[in-house]
């Protein structure tokens, strides 16, 4: 059974920093495409970035209003992903849903998600 | 940046009725990046077609999708109790990469 396990979300105060992780279990890690999505209290889904495999590179990419503060990282000896997030804005308040992309094209595995509160 | 616009914003419609919700592109892609999901309150979203028309693992054949270019459809035959959700679209660009939503469509019982 395919698992997706997000840990670390918190309450934190602008400007601040926070990281999120990702436990992944029930497929080959390693192979897969990992995303982050979040979703805004009553709002819609925005994907926030990615790490591609490492067989693809291995490289990330972001979203606009994230680039340049977070970061997107993965251990495939652990089967984990990692959301780094810096400079923390109230408009990043959301829950974070850690995703797996087979194909690269869409979301096939979700998480829970973690919920992420940025305010003074 | 392609933008995608749902519509209705919601459908109100009774169990046994068919459910036809629109995704609209600002520009044309290939159906191959178009996608839609499920997420009913508190939980996860939940992939349904992927491909345009391709149903996901486990997902029922009342299920369908449609479409080309500009214009999305997903297609619910017979309404179960169930399927009252939101649905989002989902765009993926390959140059730069991105991932975009739609808005989504909230089908309530009626």
């Known amino acids: 059974e395919v698992q997706l396990v997000e840990s670390g979300g918190a309450l934190v105060k602008p400007g601040g920093s926070l990281r999120l992780s990702c436990a992944a279990s029930?497929?080959?890690?390693?192979?897969?495409?990992m995303s982050w999505v979040r979703q805004a209290p009553g709002k819609g889904l925005e994907w926030v970035g990615r790490?591609?495999?490492?067989?693809?590179?291995?490289?990330?990419d972001y979203a606009a209003p994230v680039k340049g503060r977070f970061s997107v990282s993965r251990d495939d000896s652990k089967n984990m992903m990692y959301l780094q997030m810096n400079s923390l804005k109230t408009e990043d308040t959301a829950v974070y849903y850690c995703?797996?992309?087979?194909?690269?094209?869409?979301?096939?595995?979700w998480g829970q998600g973690s919920l992420v509160t940025v305010s003074s | 940046e392609i933008v995608l616009t749902q519509s209705p914003g919601t459908l109100s419609l009774s169990p046994g009725e068919r459910a036809t919700l629109s995704c609209r592109a600002s520009?044309?892609?290939?159906?191959?990046?178009l996608a839609w999901y499920q997420q009913k309150p508190g939980r996860a979203p939940k992939l349904l077609i992927y491909?345009?028309?391709f149903r996901a693992t486990g997902i029922p054949d009342r299920f369908s999708g449609s479409g080309s270019g500009t214009d999305f459809t997903l297609t619910i035959s017979r309404l179960e109790p169930e399927d009252f959700a939101v649905y989002y679209c989902?765009?993926?660009?390959?140059?730069?990469?991105?991932?975009?939503f739609g808005q989504g469509t909230k089908l309530e019982i009626k």
């Open positions: 995703t797996g992309t087979v194909g690269g094209r869409h979301f096939e595995y």
């Open positions: 029930g497929f080959t890690f390693s192979n897969v495409w």
């Open positions: 790490v591609k495999s490492k067989i693809d590179g291995g490289t990330t």
């Open positions: 520009q044309s892609f290939s159906s191959a990046y």
């Open positions: 491909g345009a028309s």
């Open positions: 989902q765009q993926y660009n390959t140059s730069p990469p991105r991932y975009t």
